[in-house]
Every structure is written in structure tokens, then in C-alpha cells.
């Protein structure tokens, strides 16, 4: 399970160190892709295989499925973690998730998220303010 919240500096190759913590489990190959809310996915080989499964199962009529195939494989970039524990971020990605210098690494379960700093920290406020009526929502339908 990935869980947890990290700094990190992306540096002028764009190489990220993914947090100590994370690598044992995401391992040596790695996806990365567009992510929702300006942020980038990241995920272990295994994990990733799940995530086609469940595309796969999506009806290519429908408009809505296509796009989020096209959103999520199009950007996707099957890489390699190198022996410090650093991923390269490609341009295209880092462009994607508006990454400055620094950038937060958050654990969400079966995969690893990346954002700018800044946007972490606005988004992180933003849904700590409703936290009440997230729960309140969840609990509705059984969730907590």
C-alpha cells in the first residue's frame, strides 16, 4: 500500500526521487501518466496492468470512454527506476502537471501521484475544508 505525503526537488534533468518508502513497491519499472487535477499518476507494473484491465472493459461507442483511453494511454510512459531511486519525468508530462523545482509525492493506495508544490498545497486546502461533507456524502452510501 502507497501511502503518505513527500517533498521532493524535481532537478534540471527533470529526475524526480521517488520517496524511499515507495520504491520497494512500485518497483524497478514503472508508468507514469496524466493524471486528474493537474497532477501525474504513477504506477507499478501490476498496478498499471489493472488499470488497462478495467479500460479495456469500456464501451468504445461511448465518447466518454474514448476520451479517458486516449487521456490516460496517450500520455503514458513506460520507465525504468534508476539505482538512486530517481525517475526521469518527460517534458510533455512535466509541461502537463505545471512542475516547478519542487514538487510533492503523495501515496494514494495502488499508485503514486506527483504534483507542483504550490498546486498540492492548494488542492490539499480546498478538500480539507470539506472534509466534513465528504464524509457526510461517503457515509451515505455506506463508504465510512
Known sequence: ?????????????????????????????????????????????????????????????????RGLNRFLLGGAVETDVDSLGRVLVPEFLKSFAGLKTRVSVIGVNDRVEIWDERTWRTYKESIDRKADALAEELGKIGVL
Open 1 to 65: 500500500m502507497l501511502i503518505g505525503e513527500f517533498t521532493h526537488t524535481l532537478d534540471t534533468k527533470r529526475r524526480v526521487a521517488l520517496p524511499a518508502k515507495f520504491r520497494k513497491e512500485l518497483g524497478k519499472n514503472i508508468v507514469i501518466t496524466h493524471g486528474f487535477d493537474k497532477c501525474l499518476f504513477v504506477y507499478p507494473a501490476a498496478a498499471w496492468r489493472n488499470v488497462l484491465g478495467k479500460l479495456s472493459t469500456l464501451s468504445m461507442g461511448k465518447r466518454e470512454s
